[in-house]
């Protein structure tokens, strides 16, 4: 596939890689912000090839991972309203909340779909009561349970829903970084525009590099350099990034996804560190500018506004969320709908934050690939396909290959 | 971070575009990317194309793997 | 095309079921031995079944249930899935399939033509992989209560003398086959998926393979393993022989044909192919002796025209699967866990 294929080349991979090699004399700590560049790097095994000298650390990139309990437990219980229909990306289904989730009673048993199935559901039954025994502690189980929740691969596909169910509220499940924010605004006006009365939003976006200034902040990590999240940066522009060299002195180079873009990326950062030039490198130019998407940009802060969020393993973040906008308070879920939840707790043993932040590697906690397997998951970190633990399970890190 | 891939844009109609990825067809929004016209790379993330490739660019990458010589200094890019 | 459908009195055993049964179930489907009209098919055991001093007869036998959704999806339908994937279950053991069974229940309001039309696909697929349907059972439950039709089935066949097929049996180094490119019936489901929205050029690979088993095991007997990576596709069946061998399997990444079309929504919804199911493909360990023979035979078969050799058994890192990827790194190739699920990061 074009412009796929060729940076997966072999041969050139093997070039950046010896001249990383010819070039790293002294141990290197880089981050790699984005959940998608550690599935990527575990994928292809890149950390075995790399130096010694060069170590790459996880970072909070994972939109999923980094979801509190407590806004798991919200989309749980919208879910479960009567009348809902939870429309999500297929990555937050299976992410654990505190488990304490019950629905209301009576509630309406209303037509159940799950993801391995089609579209031909069960024909809709209408139930006075549905035994809300144990609580739900994901959105798949409360599917379980009767609420219906719905895969979706585009929030316009959450439109089409609400066209085409005008007597159900059809809420979505806004999650992800300034990459799907903007796809999410634009939803949000087309569902304004068309005078769409039963789509909602309920925003759990965040923003990169506030998150990326709490931890350098923390202190408890030595980072030498990090390797920036290229979709997020397809939005934001390179420019996003300059705080890294000019108030942390850490240099910063935008990554894509392929193995090339990857290597190139650490050969970059590598190189900066060498010479003690940190600065921002732009290693994914074909689809990242110094501004970025302007038009996207404001697409995003015409709906959003900017406040507080409580990012797992992070806690609570100033000016790290996106919330909808007054204008646009008859589609915010939050608003529409009031719910209690509990505040977040941390499971018992769970060290996701502390993998999260980059101060362990997953193998380090206590429950990983024993008691957190990705059949039964205690943290985000493990359920996420790009969590580092489920990423470092699956492809094997951590045991002796 | 967030699953992107390139895909070609086969037709436009509004806000629209079928775009072609490896053999699979599907619709798309192009209210992100404005400027597109057929014929051009997109980057689609959710059902939206989130930019333009930059075609130049990929080449002037792809022209620098070819060339890399281990032993020199790594152009730098950006700001 | 009629408006008929699927009424409960179909599965009352009165009139209708009878009416039903020889309108679609004997049309399509009928032999000798179900016509008898029988409660039970009764056969003798063929000549080639007879004891031998040193090689007993032996008898396969295998059941399923198939529920997939949507029953007509690109390339077949539940009906063909049905019988194919009974026969390959027999044909992995080395038998040579002989009998089916087909049990039926229908959703209350399923259309009479869509019935047909999957009878009449198993119909076919069953001519072509020279088996008879010769025992059946219907039942009509209420609307909602099936998702229009589920199948069950049992396959009976003969393992020839001196055949011993197991996940059990692979060896370090032996050399581990796959007939062909992987992924196409997983993403052919999964395209018919509402909200992907997306068009796949692509078609399931639901095929029935004893005939290219037949003819892997006249090119040389000495087959160790057969196995057909359905759900869970390649990596997980790859696991579980390893595991049932007690041995390791190394596989080169770079050799596992996987057509583009399927890689391409693989990158696009963030799934693995070697992941997806199959319906059509099978994986072969085989002593290295026997590599050559087999592959060229496999290649001279409509469905094995692809075979290629993806790896071997070693005696490192018993009961894992590794590969080697592209870069030539070594990563742990897991089975699947949970199911695998379109995702945005």
């Known amino acids: 596939m074009k412009y796929l294929d060729e940076f997966r080349n072999p041969e050139a991979a093997q070039r950046l890689l010896a001249r990383i090699h010819h070039r790293s004399t002294q141990p290197v700590r880089l981050m790699e912000f984005c959940g998608g560049h550690t599935h990527a790097i575990l994928k292809t095994g890149l950390r075995q090839l790399l130096p010694p000298t060069v170590r790459l650390l996880s970072g909070p990139g994972c939109p999923v991972c980094v979801t509190s309990s407590a806004d798991v437990d919200h989309a749980i219980a919208l879910a479960l309203l009567p009348g809902v229909i939870l429309a999500t990306f297929g990555d937050m289904v299976r992410v654990p909340g505190s488990g304490g989730t019950s629905p209301p009673t009576p509630l309406l048993m209303t037509e159940k779909m799950s993801p391995g199935e089609g579209s031909r559901s069960l024909a809709a039954r209408m139930t006075g009561h549905v035994s809300s025994g144990e609580g739900c502690s994901s959105l798949q189980e409360a599917r379980a349970q009767g609420a219906d929740v719905r895969m979706v691969y585009s929030t316009l596909d959450a439109l089409a829903m609400a066209r085409a169910n005008p007597q159900r509220s059809v809420i979505f499940l806004g999650v992800g970084f300034e990459t799907t924010a903007p796809t999410v605004a634009a939803a949000i006006l087309q569902a304004q525009a068309e005078g769409l009365r039963n789509f909602y939003v309920l925003s759990l976006h965040k923003l990169t590099p506030p998150a990326t200034r709490a931890i350098l902040d923390a202190g408890k990590v030595q980072l030498s350099g990090i390797i920036g999240p290229g979709h997020v940066t397809t939005i934001i522009g390179a420019d996003a990034w300059r705080f890294l060299p000019d108030d942390y002195g850490i240099p910063c180079a935008i990554a894509g996804f392929e193995p090339l873009d990857v290597l190139q990326a650490v050969c970059s950062l590598v190189d900066m560190i060498e010479r003690g030039t940190p600065g921002v490198s732009n290693d994914y130019a074909r689809n990242v500018r110094s501004e970025g998407n302007r038009v996207a940009q404001g697409i995003m802060h015409s709906v959003f506004r900017v406040g507080a969020a409580e990012w797992r393993g992070l806690g609570s973040i100033p000016d790290s969320g996106l919330l909808l906008r007054d204008e646009y308070a008859a589609l915010d879920a939050a608003q529409q709908f009031p719910v209690q939840v509990r505040p977040s707790q941390e499971p018992h043993g769970c060290r996701c934050g502390e993998v999260l932040r980059g101060v362990i590697e997953p193998p380090e906690c206590a429950l990983f690939a024993r008691a957190c397997r990705p059949e039964h998951p205690v943290g985000p970190c493990m359920v996420s396909g790009e969590g580092a633990c489920a990423a470092y399970m699956q492809y094997g890190e951590g045991r002796n290959v | 971070m967030c699953l992107a891939v390139p895909a070609q844009v086969i037709s436009l109609a509004g806000q629209e575009a079928e775009v072609d990825f490896g053999g699979v067809r599907r619709r798309i929004s192009v209210v992100l990317t404005p400027e597109v016209r057929v014929g051009d790379y997109v980057l689609i993330h959710t059902g939206f194309a989130i930019n333009v490739l930059d075609e130049e660019e990929a080449r002037e990458t792809l022209k620098l793997f070819q060339e890399l010589d281990e032993f020199s200094e790594t152009p730098q890019k950006g700001p | ?345």
């Open chain 3, 1 to 345: 095309m009629s408006d008929k459908t699927i009424l409960l009195a179909h599965g009352s055993g009165g009139r209708l079921t009878h009416d039903l049964i020889r309108e679609v179930f004997y049309r399509y489907l009928g032999n000798p031995l179900l016509n008898t009209r029988d409660d039970a098919a009764v056969w003798p055991l063929p000549a080639t079944c007879e004891p031998l001093p040193t090689a007993p007869a032996r008898l396969a036998m295998t059941t399923d249930s198939y529920v997939v959704q949507p029953i007509f999806f690109p390339g077949g339908d539940i009906g063909k899935l049905a019988v194919c994937g009974t026969v390959n279950d027999l044909a992995m053991a080395g038998a040579q399939p002989l009998y089916l069974t087909a049990g039926f229940i229908l959703e209350e309001g399923l259309r009479f033509d869509d019935l047909e039309q999957v009878v009449a696909s198993m119909a076919h697929t069953a001519k072509e992989a020279g088996v008879a349907v010769i025992a059946g059972d219907t039942k009509v439950v209420d609307r909602g209560s099936a998702d229009r039709i589920f199948i069950n089935t049992a396959g009976v066949g003969l393992v020839p003398p001196g055949i011993e097929i197991s996940g059990a049996n692979a060896r370090p180094g032996d050399v581990v086959i796959l007939s062909g490119p992987v992924g196409l019936h997983g993403l052919a489901i999964m395209s018919q998926r509402e909200g992907l929205g997306f068009s796949f050029p692509l078609q399931s690979d639901c095929a029935p393979l004893n005939g290219l088993v037949a003819a892997m095991l006249q090119a040389d007997a000495h087959i160790h393993c057969l196995r057909d990576p359905t759900r869970g596709g390649l990596a997980t069946t790859l696991n579980e022989m390893a595991a049932q061998s007690g041995v390791g399997i190394e596989i080169q990444e770079t050799c596992i044909p996987v057509p583009e079309s399927v890689r391409a929504v693989c990158d696009l919804l963030g799934l693995d192919p070697l992941y997806a199911a199959n319906e059509g493909k099978l994986v072969s360990i085989v002593p290295p002796e026997a590599e050559a023979r087999v592959l060229n035979a496999m290649r001279q078969h409509r469905y094995g025209r692809e075979a290629v050799a993806i790896g071997q058994v070693t005696t490192a890192h018993p009961e894992r699967v590794v590969l080697q990827t592209p870069l030539g790194a070594h990563r742990i190739l897991d089975m699947l866990s949970g199911a695998q699920l379109p995702r945005i990061c």
